[in-house]
């Protein structure tokens, strides 16, 4: 699903009102038509009391129409103007005239008014700014923000929080803490970055028939990848294959006190499918891991406690590495040497990322295509702290360029990023923050290349079907309860849902 920016809609909308011969209001008509039909099918008549806070442009403009239908269809509400400017929108005015026509009149808020009464169980829908916000708020239209956000009623966003801007982050920001928000067309980006997804509890897109053959020929940098994208990308296994068709992969890693972290990661690839799996480690994790998991080879570090000297006679299809490794002196000089030697494609997490951000010439060794998990401490030390998310996932692209990496940007929402393009996880949830989760990603990734996908492929999907197994294992667990081996357990279910369920699309998990 791609993300499009605020302008690639305003383009989309004029395309459309040209092309299907219609008037910008007709387009607000459906738009609100859409918003009004989710409200009701949800509410079904119900006497509750709607509050409905509209701005002066055409996001206002979307919330009189909202308001007209609910009034048509008896609900109980009370109708607001925002007043932040006199430059009212045609659509606005056009609306405004309509609700007015049915004896809906709205109270004007402006500077210094009193603010109604929001009682707990009432309903708040604002529409005060969307994608037109273009500059800070006046302090009283901030007020207001506060004001519903201390309320304890359910709020529902039009299009975008009120105060959010859709290209940028602001020191300052306030905007609508939005229980839900129900956007026109596509999610924003904004919806999925930590700074501001947390203003969003839930989204729902609505499609509000803008030309898709325009929207399809939009360059996006970023999509939402969901279950429909993926589905074509899966390789259905063969019946006369052997465990050679399913590649070989090698786990590297560990240190005395962390050797479970190889034992997730290497148990995590083993249930995603790779054909053959060696485990490499310090000796102490050699009866561990042979008592642990039969079905991996081992192969041990002349060292006791940490790896040393890193140097086998195998040779694997890719090798996942860094996982519970340490960064000692005599393992960073082990991993130097080994990345001068080494040609075979990797994935890098953990005290490897920490290694390659304390020697950054390392990272000309790493062999093109290769693939980096940090979460957000480890990006950090990779990267150099950013200003805001925006600023991060700059840094992000131009480092994943400098070094032709695939980075993965990991948290509630993924971004993987290769070169100019991102994409964004739609799984996974809170209880996987749980030590380990990670470990279990860098397995299903490596064992997604050893079968044969391509990189990029490999990560995107492998942090698609890690979320889905850890959303399938909160399902029966609780997100308390979760753990990584608790994730792995549910990697086939994740697998089988990937071509036996339908997958949602246009809804999803909010920040908060
Ligand atoms: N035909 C269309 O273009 C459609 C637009 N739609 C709605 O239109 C919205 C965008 O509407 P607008 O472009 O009118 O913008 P908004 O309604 O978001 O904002 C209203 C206007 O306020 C002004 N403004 C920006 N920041 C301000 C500030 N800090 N203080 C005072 N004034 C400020 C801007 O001039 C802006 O145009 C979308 O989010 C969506 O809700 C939908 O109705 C679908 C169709
Ligand atoms: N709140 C969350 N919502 C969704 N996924 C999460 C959340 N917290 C953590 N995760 C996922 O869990 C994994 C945690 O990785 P990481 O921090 O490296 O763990 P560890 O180092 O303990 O293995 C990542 O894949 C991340 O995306
Ligand atoms: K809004």
Redesign the pocket.
């Known amino acids: 699903m791609k993300i499009y920016t605020?302008q690639q809609?305003?383009d989309a909308?004029?395309f459309t009102?040209k092309k299907q011969q219609i008037t910008?209001a007709m387009?607000?008509e459906?738009?609100?038509t859409e918003l009004f039909n989710w409200i009701h099918e949800r509410l079904q008549g119900a006497p509750v009391l709607i509050h409905i806070f509209c701005?002066?442009?055409?996001?206002?403009?979307?919330g009189l129409?909202l308001a007209r239908h609910l009034q048509d269809h008896g609900y109980h509400l009370k109708v607001y103007i925002v007043d932040?400017?006199k430059?009212r929108?045609e659509?606005?005015l056009i609306n405004l005239e309509r609700l007015k026509e049915r004896k809906v009149w709205p109270t004007v808020i402006e500077k210094g008014s009193t603010l109604p009464e929001i009682g707990n169980e009432d309903i708040v829908v604002e529409?005060?700014?969307?994608?037109?916000?273009?500059?800070?708020?006046?302090d009283w239209?901030l007020q207001l923000f506060d004001y519903l956000n201390t309320s304890k009623a359910f709020k529902v966003s039009?299009?975008?929080p009120?105060g959010l801007y859709t290209d940028r982050v602001t020191p300052e920001q306030q905007a609508v803490e939005a229980d839900f928000v129900l956007t026109?067309q596509a999610p924003k980006l904004i919806f999925f970055l930590p700074g501001t997804g947390k203003y969003i509890g839930n989204w729902a897109a609505l499609d509000?028939g803008l030309d898709q053959e325009f929207l399809a020929g939009r360059e996006t940098t970023y999509d939402f990848v969901v279950q429909s994208e993926l589905r074509p990308l899966y390789r259905e296994r063969e019946k006369f294959t052997h465990k050679g068709t399913y590649g070989h992969s090698l786990i590297i890693g560990g240190s005395y006190g962390k050797i479970g972290a190889v034992h997730l990661s290497a148990r995590a690839c083993l249930h995603s499918g790779s054909g053959l799996v060696t485990a490499y480690v310090p000796s102490c994790g050699y009866i561990p891991l042979q008592t642990a998991i039969p079905e991996i080879m081992l192969l041990t570090d002349p060292a006791e406690q940490q790896i040393e000297k890193l140097e086998f006679e195998l040779e694997p299809s890719v090798i996942g590495m860094g996982i519970g490794m340490g960064t000692s002196e005599a393992t960073a000089e082990a991993f130097s040497a080994f990345l001068k030697r080494n040609k075979i494609p990797l994935v890098l997490d953990a005290d490897a990322l920490n290694l390659l951000s304390a020697d950054k010439e390392l990272l000309g060794d790493i062999p093109p295509g290769s693939v980096l998990t940090p979460h957000p401490g480890e990006l950090k030390r990779l990267i150099g702290s950013w200003e805001d998310d925006f600023d991060k996932l700059e840094k992000a692209h131009a480092f994943s360029k400098k070094y032709d990496c695939i980075l993965v940007i990991k948290g509630s929402h993924t971004f993987t990023i290769y070169g100019e393009k991102g994409y964004i996880n739609s799984t996974g949830n809170p209880g996987m923050a749980t030590g380990g989760s990670g470990d279990v990603l860098t397995g299903v990734i490596t064992a997604l290349i050893a079968q044969g996908y391509e990189p990029l492929q490999a990560t995107v999907l492998g942090v698609f079907l890690h979320g889905r197994a850890g959303d399938i294992a909160a399902s029966e667990w609780g997100y308390e309860a979760l753990s990584a081996t608790l994730i792995i357990e549910k990697m086939g279910q994740a697998f089988r849902s990937l071509v036996s369920e339908p997958g949602k699309t246009g809804e999803s998990k909010g920040g908060k």
Not at 55 to 62: E, L, V, W, Y
Not at 127 to 138: E, N, T
């Open positions: 605020a809609i305003y909308d004029k009102i910008s387009l607000m459906r738009a609100a701005g002066i442009g055409n996001n206002g403009g979307d129409v932040y400017s430059n929108s659509d606005f529409a005060i700014f969307g994608l037109g916000l273009s500059r800070p708020p006046a239209v039009v299009d975008i009120s026109f509000i």
